[in-house]
């Protein structure tokens, strides 16, 4: 396989997973409930994993607008699943947080995920499950600082 070749493999691949990994993150945010947008649960984990955080870096982390953040923020906060407060810091912008209901619900669900990602590569020898995700790790890094096209 020339260069190019394998080149070619790895973006047809890449758009592979992409368009599965949007599809299943629709799919997990429905889980959390019915209402949601597919971007829904990965602004959950993000908001999770950050504990509290303003409204403005959850746009900038998912690269949307203020528009859209505010709307999605807004419909998880009309659910019960997150609450905003006034910055403290700067009483202009709002933190949110996952309430204990929105807390439950999106680990359920990433439970749910978890179990699949066991089921896909449980079978896969541990050193090359590291080496998996230290290459996907790099990948995300250079993704990450790659400029829209």
């Given at each position: 396989?020339?260069?190019?070749?394998?080149?070619?493999?790895?973006?047809?691949?890449?758009a592979l997973m992409f368009r599965r990994g949007r599809a299943r993150v629709a799919e997990l945010s429905r889980r959390v409930?019915?209402?949601?947008?597919?971007?829904?649960?990965?602004?959950?984990?993000?908001?999770?994993?950050?504990?509290?955080?303003?409204?403005?870096?959850?746009?900038?982390?998912?690269?949307?607008?203020?528009?859209?953040?505010?709307?999605?923020?807004?419909?998880?906060?009309?659910?019960?699943?997150?609450?905003?407060?006034?910055?403290?810091?700067?009483?202009?912008?709002?933190?949110?947080?996952?309430?204990?209901?929105?807390?439950?619900?999106?680990?359920?669900?990433?439970?749910?995920?978890?179990?699949?990602?066991?089921?896909?590569?449980?079978?896969?020898?541990?050193?090359?499950?590291?080496?998996?995700?230290?290459?996907?790790?790099?990948?995300?890094?250079?993704?990450?600082?790659?400029?829209?096209?």
């Amino acid at each position: 396989m020339s260069d190019e070749e394998a080149l070619v493999a790895v973006e047809r691949e890449v758009a592979l997973m992409f368009r599965r990994g949007r599809a299943r993150v629709a799919e997990l945010s429905r889980r959390v409930h019915p209402g949601l947008e597919g971007m829904a649960y990965s602004m959950l984990g993000y908001i999770e994993q950050a504990g509290r955080v303003r409204v403005t870096d959850v746009g900038v982390h998912f690269a949307v607008g203020k528009a859209t953040v505010s709307r999605q923020i807004r419909a998880l906060e009309e659910l019960g699943l997150v609450a905003r407060e006034t910055d403290p810091l700067d009483r202009r912008a709002a933190l949110v947080s996952l309430t204990e209901e929105g807390r439950r619900r999106y680990l359920a669900a990433r439970d749910v995920r978890m179990g699949r990602v066991r089921e896909m590569i449980g079978g896969w020898a541990a050193e090359d499950v590291v080496r998996f995700g230290e290459l996907l790790r790099r990948f995300n890094d250079v993704l990450g600082e790659a400029p829209a096209e």
